[in-house]
T-cell receptor, first 114, second 117 residues
């Protein structure tokens, strides 16, 4: 069975500091990997995705993530966070199995401190 | 504008009173799905639909029903709501896996916050 782990449920960070949100997954087949962001009182929107090719993926709002197949990880990073980055972040995997199964991690709440 | 629209956005109801949360998408997506979001549990899939008249259970289907009579609509029905169904609900859609331009990205509605007293 596939699973997604986000090791940190809450991450406080000062404004303009770097941040890394961790995501690990388990799957016996190839997967697509996603990071979604949920701002307060809103739905989820796509930050970035890894389908194939370069393992370093750049997304919106200055975020990037690196796929590491050997460590089954897809950590999200930003070199300098802004107050507006305060949100809930979800890692997700899709496994093509006869139907695509989308599995979300439990989420990481990022709080940017002024 | 491409979007997924849910209604109502907020609802307070009482145990046992049937309710329906509507979901509509204007992107001609084949796949639609319902999730519930609870603190510490992330998003859990309730039901999904691969296309019109094709629905299947997700991880937490108990107490819910769905229907897919039209491609654009995927309502979630709570026949007899109970307090443990108090949650934030999201509808999402995407292209079918067979679609050439499908990247697996889900498009979400803004959520429906349901409270069952």
């Amino acid at each position: 069975a596939q699973s997604v782990t986000q090791l940190d449920s809450q991450v406080p960070v000062f404004e303009e500091a770097p941040v890394e949100l961790r995501c690990n997954y388990s799957s016996s087949v190839s997967v697509y990997l996603f990071w979604y962001v949920q701002y307060p009182n809103q739905g989820l929107q796509l930050l970035l995705k890894y389908l194939s090719g370069s393992t370093l993926v750049k997304g919106i709002n200055g975020f990037e993530a690196e796929f590491n197949k050997s460590q089954t990880s897809f950590h999200l990073r930003k070199p300098s966070v802004h107050i507006s980055d305060t949100a809930e972040y979800f890692c997700a995997v899709i496994t093509p199995s006869p139907y695509d199964t989308v599995i979300f991690g439990p989420g990481t709440s990022l709080s940017v401190i002024p | 504008e491409a979007q997924v629209t849910q209604n109502p956005r907020y609802l307070i109801t009482v145990t046992g009173k049937k309710l329906t949360v509507t979901c509509s998408q204007n992107m001609n997506h084949e796949y639609m799905s319902w999730y519930r979001q609870d603190p510490g549990l992330g998003l859990r899939q309730i039901y999904y639909s691969m296309n019109v008249e094709v629905t299947d259970k997700g991880d937490v289907p108990e107490g819910y029903k769905v229907s897919r009579k039209e491609k654009r609509n995927f309502p979630l029905i709570l026949e007899s709501p109970s307090p443990n169904q108090t949650s934030l609900y999201f509808c999402a859609s995407r292209l079918s896996r067979a679609a050439r331009s499908n990247t697996g990205e889900l498009f979400f509605g803004e959520g429906s916050r349901l409270t069952v007293l």
